[in-house]
């Protein structure tokens, strides 16, 4: 006797630590996409999957029901090979915005489809969407059209590209199950395989701002994503950077462009720089655009240095319908009215500056969502005047918090200043990339 499948039964299942079948899998993916399932039963499932895990061929199959909940691009028609960039989640962590046009200013095409803030970390399309008039809802079309004039389009899951993963992410971001290896990588993933990259590079955050605390399951995650994306058919190669501090010196989404575009301007933080030109140039010899590492990382150094990255961002925003003047005016960007400074309690070194701690002052302050519908306050953020290893004297300014309303700042500032700690003696040296797994 066969009986109709109940989402409550396959949420059961799961709850009691069962293995999914694939139809079971479909059925829950299917009623996400096409909206019959409702968010309580589909939050339910995955809170049951945070707590009960999946096993590798349950995460392969989420992953391949996700990528069928739409259509998968075809970009062959589009001559030259197709590499993108992921970030698994974090604070500060705006190298996208500097990759994209480096990578596609180099002679390799970027077809890059990112994902909003997700809990505290911060997210691709919030920042492009601070810039006046952005679109990251481009149709198929264009994205094609882009990435063929230009060799880039920066844009967000459209209705036909995983459109599960983005009822899901959505959920997810509210409803605490975040933090979870195969929800991660199906959700990565479905995306990326469903753009048709040829090659992909994944940042693989690891630390206290990342969503994976420990190396070993950073190690996972990579291994997981790694193991997805070659079964696809996507050279894919990860790597595993510390994400204890936020990288560079801004938080939020209008002060992040401004930095990427300073980046671009040949100047910017030294972490930013040194990740951003990393990835940039896996991603040049991932598309077989330089032989070696020597070349790819000459590649990159000259798109920032003739100002052919920062022209190509110019021309990125300006085909995605946004203000290119931001490009020269800074003052063109949102910028929230008020700012608060939190001081040096007292002199010594900058020993630690919690990023999860900060993210979510960010998001406190309007910068990333409590709910799904809520909107970002593009203008708000966190500038760090220091950072960890910095001397500093009792007293000077170490975090500048940019806030709009006031008891947004009152209940950002218990997060923030519980974030830095300044000790006798400076924090020994942390490298920024950990490990690389192919
Ligand atoms: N990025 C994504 O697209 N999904 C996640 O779950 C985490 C980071």
């Not at 995306?191 to 190396?215: N, Q, W």
């Not at 655009?289 to 003739?306: F, G, H, M, Q, W």
């Not at 306050?377 to 006031?406: C, F, N, W």
Request: some cysteine.
């Amino acid at each position: 006797m066969c009986f109709p499948m109940r989402a409550v039964d396959i949420i059961q299942k799961k709850r009691d630590g069962g293995t999914l079948t694939r139809e079971e899998i479909q059925f829950f993916v299917g009623g996400v996409t096409s909206g019959t399932l409702p968010d309580y039963q589909a939050a339910a499932l995955l809170m049951a999957v945070f707590f009960r895990g999946m096993d590798p061929a349950e995460t392969a199959q989420l992953t391949d029901a996700m990528i069928h909940s739409g259509v998968t691009l075809d970009l062959s028609d589009i001559p030259g090979s197709k590499v993108d960039k992921h970030s698994t989640g974090g604070v500060g962590d705006k190298t996208s915005l500097v990759i994209a046009p480096v990578v596609a200013a180099s002679g390799a095409l970027v077809p890059m489809m990112s994902g909003r803030g997700l809990g505290h970390t911060g997210g691709t399309l919030d920042k492009l969407e601070s810039i006046p008039g952005f679109r990251t809802n481009l149709s198929i079309q264009e994205m094609k059209a882009a990435v063929a004039d230009l060799g880039c389009a920066l844009v967000g899951q459209t209705t036909d590209i995983a459109p599960a993963d983005r009822t899901l992410y959505a959920l997810r971001d509210v409803t605490g199950t975040i933090e979870c290896i195969p929800l991660i990588s199906a959700s990565i993933m479905s995306k990326k395989i469903a753009e048709g990259v040829d090659a992909l590079v994944l940042d693989v955050k690891v630390g206290r701002g990342a969503f994976m605390k420990s190396e070993g399951d950073a190690r996972k995650l990579a291994q997981t994503l790694v193991g997805i994306g070659r079964a696809g058919g996507v050279n894919t190669q990860a790597v595993i950077t510390a994400q204890d501090w936020p990288l560079g010196r801004a938080v939020g989404n209008a002060n992040e462009v401004i930095e990427c575009l300073e980046v671009m301007k040949g100047r910017g933080p030294a972490d930013l720089i040194e990740l951003s030109l990393d990835l940039s140039a896996r991603m040049l010899m991932a598309a077989g655009v330089a032989r070696t590492r020597a070349d790819a990382e000459a590649l990159c150094r000259k798109a920032i240095d003739s100002g052919s990255a920062l022209e190509k961002f110019r021309r990125i925003i300006e085909r995605q319908g946004g203000d290119p003047r931001v490009v020269d005016d800074y003052e063109r960007l949102p910028r929230a009215p008020e700012q608060h400074v939190i001081r040096a309690p007292s002199s010594g070194f900058v020993a630690q500056l919690d990023a999860g701690l900060i993210g979510r002052a960010a998001v406190v302050l309007g910068g990333g969502r409590d709910k799904v519908d809520d909107a970002v306050d593009p203008g708000v953020g966190i500038i760090m005047k220091a950072t960890v290893g910095d001397s500093v004297q009792q007293g000077d300014a170490i975090l500048e918090l940019h806030y709009r309303q006031r008891h947004r700042l009152d209940a950002a500032l218990p997060l923030a200043t519980s974030a830095l700690q300044v000790a006798l003696a400076a924090p020994p040296p942390r490298p920024l990339i950990l490990e690389e797994i192919f």
